[in-house]
């Protein structure tokens, strides 16, 4: 058990590029969470996934986001035409159907900077 | 709707100091489920502890404990004899059955720092 990975942990990119960042969660885990947090706030849910399929995305979700979790293992989040805005942390997190009231195992983040 | 309040935003304490953490939600469910984790700068979040809505059984682990009181909607974090390495970032976060998604809803957070 490695833990949830995220990669990369920093990211710095300028505004209107794209950026794509990558979540490994837990071997076993068959769900895996994206939550946003920014600066002096907690963590916001911004979609999830159970294998592979995305049953619920949020309304801070905007258009330029998507996420994928092919063959329901490793997943992507991507921004597209980045803004000042989208600066923050970006959180990956996963658990077990079975053990979703058990708390979720969290990964370091990515944190993006949008210049 | 659910909502969890962490009214302290930042709080410093010197070494073995006593420190207690607020949480109050809100929810209309009965059945739901409370949280604390812990953000060290590294960034993850730690698992510290979860409690049902039916188990009002305070609890103590080492030199946490958590008070959970129905009552007052209140889920509060005591830490005793604090150390340096207890200073990170606190969040108290809620979820219930909703045979959906089960996302958490975090606090804003309370800093701590314990100076040595």
């Known amino acids: 058990d490695t833990g949830v990975s995220q990669d990369p942990r920093h990211k710095i990119t300028k505004r209107g590029q794209n950026v794509t960042f990558r979540c490994d969660p837990i071997s076993e885990h068959n769900r895996l969470y994206w939550y946003r947090q920014t600066l002096g706030q907690g963590p916001e849910f911004l979609t999830y996934f159970q294998n592979e399929a995305q049953l619920e995305k949020s309304r801070l979700l905007s258009d330029r986001f998507s996420a994928e979790r092919p063959k329901g293992s490793f997943s992507t989040l991507e921004i597209q035409r980045t803004e000042q805005g989208d600066s923050a942390m970006y959180l990956c997190?996963?658990?077990?159907?079975?053990?979703?009231?058990?708390?979720?195992?969290f990964g370091s983040g990515t944190r993006l900077t949008v210049v | 709707a659910q909502k969890v309040t962490q009214a302290q935003t930042e709080i410093s304490v010197v070494e073995k100091e006593d420190v207690t953490l607020d949480c109050v939600y809100e929810t209309r469910d009965t059945t739901y489920y409370l949280f604390w984790y812990k953000q060290p700068p590294s960034g993850e979040l730690v698992f510290l502890i979860r409690r049902n809505s039916f188990d009002e059984q305070n609890e103590i682990s080492g030199r946490y404990s958590w008070n959970f009181q129905k009552s007052t909607s209140s889920f509060n974090f005591t830490i005793t004899a604090s150390q340096v390495v207890d200073s990170a970032v606190y969040f108290c976060a809620l979820t219930q059955p909703q045979g959906g998604s089960e996302k958490l809803v975090f606090g804003k957070g309370m800093k701590l720092t314990v100076n040595p």
């Open positions: 997190a996963s658990t077990h159907t079975s053990r979703v009231y058990y708390g979720y195992t």
